[in-house]
């Protein structure tokens, strides 16, 4: 009898909890619905329908906000809100192609497609201030972050084993800096002759298309010609990846077939402590001749240098797979941000894109030039074919070497013989930017 | 207009100083490193010969000589034990 009647309490009681509880959340609830009614005016269903109407991308686009504002919040012109947005959207659209059928460099074509695609959207303000490409564009690229986070990776890929052996193929890696000065030489002319406004700073940011190096071209740009930086970017990885296209008949142009056939000498072997000590050896050296290398220069010796010592394999993972993964992702998204139609419709992209295979070729033709230069010299002859290697752009530049010279002999394999002036080039185009930031201290 | 078009003269000049400047750096900084690179293989190779390769195939090596000795050995023996037989 006591335990039915206890249970009866029990059950009542849990009865009146669950509905004075219930009931809380409706006083709760009834709260805000109350505001609500206050700020909202009930109207006609048709106004509703209207006013939604005109709030889609469809009217944005054709008949344009006139006070919106782009992502520096200044004004732009009715047709970099309505048709060039389009426009641009099919631009990204063929980035697409380029990066997927192509295979054009994807890794960073796509999220800089991407990344222009959704800068593209009227209304939405993704690229503005308070977007999320505006926020991941200034939380690492408009203070060259993730360029040197990159660079921290790329470091740690690097193999410096091929240059150690054989030290004077770091000469073409030199040589084919020249496509970065003589294009700089080239878009200041066009200034003077008056068909473009570049400034010099401008003319910098262009020309270091030449040095044919993802994330020194984006440092520089943000240094020294933010505004320019999606067309720099762009021109930038689309030339890196059609390395393949644009190099081989430069090489061919400059060499015959004797050249080709050159067998360069086995290269020695390095040993481990050489490897530790060059990226410090290095490093040094940009202290002394020019410090404003270093945080290029640092960080990629920085990624090396952990990678050679063999005890952060952790780190040296971390670098060379994680981290470079998330900041490509970022970085793309964050230059496709400068894909707005506003800032990338202009007539000077075309310059850019014309100078920056200007740049491309003539680096290019430079280093087969110096390697021709240098076996007028006794010593061990070089391949001039490995001389094109001297643009960064690695290791694809190396493998257009290899691939070109097993063209004209099937024996003949240059691909580490490449990857010396290869790697030279990169510390060249870094060398070459601290130059320029120097210049404009 | 007259002074618009000087400034922009200079401005050409000015992008050929950038070329004499930077080709300059790049080119001596990479010369410096080319002979930085070749000191430094002379050292290691001179004070430092391959320690790492050293210690790790010397150890290794030695093992694998005294295997060989101890096999030259039991050959040795059997043979001399084959010989005793048959003789």
Known sequence: MKSIISKFLALFMLVAFTVASANEHATLEEKPSTHKEESYHTKPFSEMITGFLASTGIVALVNPDPDELNAKGETMSDFHKG?????MIFITFFLFWLAIARGFEPL????????????????????GEHGFLGVIYHMGLSNEMF???????????TDFGPLLSNPKTALLGGAAQFGIFGTLVGAVALSQM????????????????GGADGPTSIFIATKLAPELLGAIAVASYSYMAMVPIIQPPIMKALTTQAERKIKMTTLRHVSRLEKLVFPIVVLSLAILVLPESTPLIGAFMFG?????????ERLNDTLQNALINIVTIFLGLGVGSKLAADQFLVPDTMFIMALGIIAFSVGTAAGVLMAKFMNLF????????????GVSAVPMAARVSNKIGMESDRTNMLLMHAMGPNV?????????AGVLISLFQ | MHKGNLMETNLVIEGFKFMGLGMGTVFVFLGIMIVAMNIMSTIIHKFFPEPQPKASTSAPSSNAKKQDNN???VAAITAAIKHHREG
Do not use: C, H, W, Y
């Open chain 1, 83 to 87: 048709l060039g947005r389009v426009i």
């Open chain 1, 108 to 127: 960073l074509l796509l999220p800089i497609a991407f990344g222009g695609f959704l800068a593209n959207i009227p209304v939405a303000n993704i690229a």
């Open chain 1, 147 to 157: 360029p040197i986070l990159i660079f921290m990776g790329v470091g740690a890929m």
């Open chain 1, 194 to 209: 008056g068909v473009v406004d570049f400034t010099l700073q401008q003319a910098s940011a262009i020309s270091i298309i």
């Open chain 1, 304 to 312: 090396n240098f952990l990678k050679e010592s063999g005890v952060v």
């Open chain 1, 378 to 389: 006794p010593g061990n002859k070089i391949n001039p074919l490995i001389g094109s290697a």
């Open chain 1, 424 to 432: 030279a080039g990169v510390i060249g185009s870094a060398v070459a």
């Open chain 2, 71 to 73: 096999k030259k050995i």
